[in-house]
């Protein structure tokens, strides 16, 4: 097992899941079906009915009640048989349910032992709730191991290379990058001072009021949290003027938002995207980043789908762990504490 | 091995095997090369040159004789090398040839013990030679075990989720449902009184030149007959008049015809047809049957698929057997029956 | 192993290499980034980055060296990290260097021990650097051992069934075939007098300015060298001119050229064309007999492609070895002497 299970994962978003139709989606190597009870809150339990094993999520839900659309068996989101024509469903094996929540504009799951989930830890992002910030995104299969991702976006020099047209500059390389741990948090920085904004950035200025030619001051801030989540602070200030900590007027400023959830040991989800701490009216400046980041994030696909070709072809070469890999290696050993936690039974 | 194999399946259609071209078909894990003679009788060899092993079936016919297209051998239909351009073919070794035969609109094989088939067991139709039925089918490829076919066969329950636009009706849920066995026979029926008919009998009433919008009593009787036969008697009278026994005015009486071949241990064959004993000769009636009858098969297609998958992945798991798969568990017995007694050596 | 390591394949034509794209290609089954450096000569190196597995072949070439598109690393062409931003590269492990070289119009690799790589054994083609010459071809992947394809190019009988339209005819099944080896080239004969040109060989005649419609002495001469080089003279001269030994204006003699590398166990690159020694000039022509030759090797592949399914299916079944067989034969003990050398060590 390449993830842990006993924590949250996002994974859908809230459109996914209308009221009649349930989602089959495989999370942490699990099918699952997903779909809305009559209250309209989320359910989901495992993708195989009990009677004859067929995909619960080929059924429909009826009066908040997941039906298989084989022969007609009702499912109750305690993966306890509720009822099925003509018959007494009493002793009916169970199917697994598993904790399932919808907070913060994403549906949330716990793939590992319901009873040890707790809701309260579920992590509230930044811009939760708050009119000052704007978020779009979006979602993509990604054809790697989800850690591959993580790396990725806990090195961002990959920007230089993969993203050049973009939000790469040669800056980036020459900036000294900073990797800390904090209260299991894995915080890496980069800061440029007095450079030129890639176009991604010139045109959130743009957007902002601001002299997109003029000189300004980048930063990159990855946090890192288990299980698999990546925000980073991103964002350029006019020079000279504080940077990450300058007046809202003076710079531009967004968490690039990444939840990834594990599919298969080869293949992941990720729901990726923006919050945006500037003009967050702009409905049309959302729909502008959203198509932007979606384009940048689809030139990582490629480059992740031979990476983990290659790696698997040659399972024994080890990789570097060079100083621009510390937050991928860091956010490894705490993703390794938490597989091995589950491993080690409790006393 | 998951299929009997001393027993007739039905291969092909006629019009598959032109005079002089082979069709290459992969029947119980074996690939074959099926064509015809000089008289136009079937022949059957597995799909292997001799010679250097490229498959017979991308050859041709000439003269009766099947070619191979890569260096011009003629193989016999007893298995046997006939010539070969500048060669002596005495020695050359055989591979295998089948017992085939092509009755009641089937071509039929045997790919078991060729000295055991005996043509007289090939099943004879019930609308097999007469004026008074009418029939029409096609050819799908299911991705599937064949018996999760007849499972679906054998338990029109389904009809009601599957197929809700067609043939489907809450009658049929609530409708009890028996099973038997006869001389070999799993008999399955279900009788429904006083309902409305479903669209795809509608039609069939319409052509019959009865009031389409008039009670009547419906009956399904499936019957399985060994290896992988079910053919059903399904039809709908005026209500009151005798059902099943109604005048042949009063009613509209077909047979939904099965033929399932396995190709794989997860894939097979689904020769599907209807044949009617009402209005025979009308021939646009033939095509819309055949139409309807192919978009509703296709519905069970998907599902299928699907419920095979989830079986691979959980493969521990056993399965319900309520009352409704009562006649998909006999026909599996009579299958594991046939299966049991090929690995027993004869005394 | 199934093709010997320590010997020349072509791994490309010139053109699929500009100077500023490296080229992924899989040879002997390893992955292999070629690219040329700063002189434009061909470098070849493993096509796995040593930081992060990334395959070099989605990088770029700048300034003659390659660099990896994921996070800007240079590599050289001897295997060793040239550098890399704000990183200190001395200890970071080499990946392989391949001896590559450009001659006769080809890329050629050597993908077993480097030091063992000496380019005066590169083979000559009789057609390099003359002007009364032509060359003209392609590349294909090919969906087979590559040993099949060698089988398939040293029996010609194949052409009267595979080429039936272009190049086969009746009378190469007739003509009988002679196999020798000399100093360690298989060379199978077929020479045909008194016949009709096929197709492919009356255009040639009419292109050369003779009566297509004459009275021919045909051959084919074909010569496999190790390790998969299969040169096959070819041509018609008017009947009764000496064949092959006719004078230049009474015939159309070309070579067809093919050089096979393996790719995969049961994949290959087929670099084919044909080396003409008529109308050398006639660039129409050259293209004319590429579109031929290509839509001819074409037909090849289905029949290639089911054969390697059908021996996968059947490992145990020996193929018959006939006398057209023999240059196959031949071909492969030597190939297989090859590869049982390179297991044994040194003394």
Redesign the interface.
């Given at each position: 097992m390449t993830f842990p299970l006993n924590t949250w994962y996002v994974a859908a978003t809230p459109d996914e899941i209308p009221p009649d139709q349930p989602l089959g989606r495989r999370i942490c190597d699990q099918?699952i079906a997903l779909y809305r009870d009559a209250e309209g809150r989320i359910a989901a339990v495992e993708?195989?009915c009990?009677?004859?094993?067929?995909?619960l999520s080929?059924?429909f839900v009826r009066d908040g009640q997941l039906?298989?659309?084989?022969?007609?068996l009702t499912m109750g989101g305690d993966g306890r048989t509720v009822s099925?024509?003509?018959?007494r469903v009493r002793g009916?094996?169970c199917i697994r349910a598993y904790a399932v929540e919808e907070r913060h504009g994403f549906i949330w799951i716990w793939p590992g032992e319901r009873d040890q989930a707790d809701p309260a830890t579920i992590p509230t992002p930044i811009w939760s709730g708050r009119d000052d910030w704007a978020y779009g995104g979006g979602l993509y299969h990604m054809p790697c191991d989800y850690r591959l991702l993580i790396?990725n976006l806990m090195?961002l020099?990959?920007e230089?290379?993969?993203h050049a047209s973009s939000i790469g500059q040669k800056e980036i390389?020459?900036a000294?990058v900073a990797t800390r741990v904090e209260q299991g948090v894995v915080i890496t920085e980069r800061r440029m001072a007095g450079i030129h904004a890639p176009p991604f950035w010139q045109m959130a200025m743009r957007a902002h009021g601001l002299d997109p030619a003029a000189e300004v001051d980048r930063w990159q801030i990855c946090r890192f949290q288990a299980p698999s989540n990546v925000h980073i602070d991103v964002g350029v200030a006019l020079a000279g003027r504080g940077g990450f900590d300058a007046l809202q007027a003076d710079k531009v400023y967004s968490v690039v938002v990444d939840w990834i959830t594990p599919e298969t040991a080869t293949s992941c989800w990720y729901f990726w995207g923006m919050a945006r701490h500037f003009q967050p009216q702009d409905s049309a400046l959302t729909d502008a980043i959203r198509t932007g980041q979606g384009k940048i994030f689809m030139e990582d696909m490629?480059?992740l789908r031979?990476?983990q070709?290659?790696?698997l072809?040659?399972p024994d070469?080890?990789?570097?762990r060079?100083?621009?890999?510390t937050g991928g290696v860091q956010s490894r050993r705490i993703i390794d504490a938490l597989i091995a936690a589950e491993r080690t039974p409790a006393t």
């Open positions: 099918p993708d195989f009990p009677h004859r094993g067929a995909p080929l059924g039906v298989c659309g084989y022969h007609g099925m024509p003509g018959q009916f094996p790396d090195d020099t990959h230089t290379y993969v390389d020459e000294p490629e480059m031979r990476q070709q290659n790696l072809a040659w070469r080890a990789l570097l060079l100083n621009i890999d």
